[in-house]
């Protein structure tokens, strides 16, 4: 009998366990642009390097916890692409959201046009750091805020740009909780062997 009852309370511990390691992560998109006189300057190398001028507007659309009100200012971290997997790229930061790249995937890079792939890390405050994934992409010629450095470089570009932070959040694993339902079946089927002699 007291095998059976310590059985059946590490079989409750367990599925609580379970249960309470479980917290909330972070879920839905943010979506941010340029403002009017925000732009990016990037050059179509191998490697090719962002350098934003101007904060960009966020709340365009967005949801879940990632929803933030239109018009705040987004701070954007001026990175290069295809740097050495692990080191954070990017670092996108609004309203206690802050996303860091430490991969990418370049999809297309020609002039006037950029397409990226980020993956990484959200963080917000109040939730659990989540996986996240960053569309990055420029789009036509911005104005003449910003500038190339030299001003000859004939592979840096100036445009207006935009991008969707999505949240990918992953299940939290259920073999503990599964352990502590088959400690608990067990220690029910033990218990009701033991009263039936």
Same mark, same amino acid.
């Given at each position: 009998?007291?095998?059976?009852?310590? &059985?059946?309370?590490?079989?409750?511990?367990?599925?609580?366990?379970?249960?309470?390691? $479980?917290?909330?992560? &972070?879920?839905? &998109?943010?979506?941010?642009?340029?403002?009017?006189?925000?732009? &990016?300057? =990037?050059?179509?190398?191998?490697?090719?390097? /962002?350098?934003?001028?101007?904060?960009?507007? *966020?709340? /365009?659309?967005? *949801?879940? *916890?990632?929803?933030?009100?239109?018009?705040?200012?987004?701070?954007?971290?001026?990175?290069?692409?295809? +740097? %050495?997997?692990?080191?954070?790229?990017?670092?996108?930061?609004?309203?206690?959201?802050?996303?860091?790249? *430490?991969?990418?995937?370049? +999809?297309?890079?020609?002039?006037? =046009?950029?397409?990226?792939? !980020?993956?990484?890390?959200?963080?917000?405050?109040?939730?659990?750091?989540?996986?996240?994934? %960053?569309?990055?992409?420029?789009?036509?010629?911005?104005?003449?805020?910003?500038?190339?450095?030299?001003?000859?470089?004939? #592979?840096?570009?100036?445009?207006? =740009? #935009?991008?969707? !932070?999505?949240?990918?959040?992953?299940?939290?694993?259920?073999?503990?909780?599964? %352990?502590?339902?088959?400690?608990?079946?067990?220690?029910?089927?033990? $218990? $009701? $062997?033991? /009263?039936?002699?």
């Amino acid at each position: 009998m007291k095998i059976a009852l310590k &059985v059946l309370a590490l079989g409750a511990a367990i599925a609580a366990s379970a249960t309470m390691a $479980r917290a909330d992560q &972070v879920s839905g &998109v943010l979506n941010f642009a340029s403002t009017p006189n925000g732009s &990016v300057t =990037y050059s179509d190398g191998s490697n090719p390097s /962002l350098v934003f001028v101007n904060p960009g507007d *966020t709340g /365009l659309g967005s *949801t879940g *916890t990632l929803g933030v009100s239109n018009g705040n200012n987004i701070s954007l971290v001026n990175f290069t692409a295809n +740097a %050495l997997p692990g080191t954070p790229l990017f670092t996108v930061s609004v309203d206690g959201i802050t996303f860091t790249a *430490t991969s990418d995937t370049v +999809a297309y890079n020609a002039s006037n =046009y950029l397409s990226i792939t !980020l993956y990484g890390t959200i963080n917000e405050t109040g939730y659990d750091a989540t996986p996240g994934i %960053l569309l990055l992409s420029t789009q036509g010629i911005a104005s003449d805020v910003a500038t190339c450095s030299p001003s000859n470089d004939a #592979s840096c570009h100036p445009t207006s =740009y #935009s991008g969707t !932070l999505t949240a990918t959040p992953t299940p939290e694993p259920s073999s503990l909780a599964l %352990l502590g339902t088959t400690l608990l079946g067990a220690a029910g089927m033990a $218990r $009701r $062997r033991f /009263l039936n002699k």
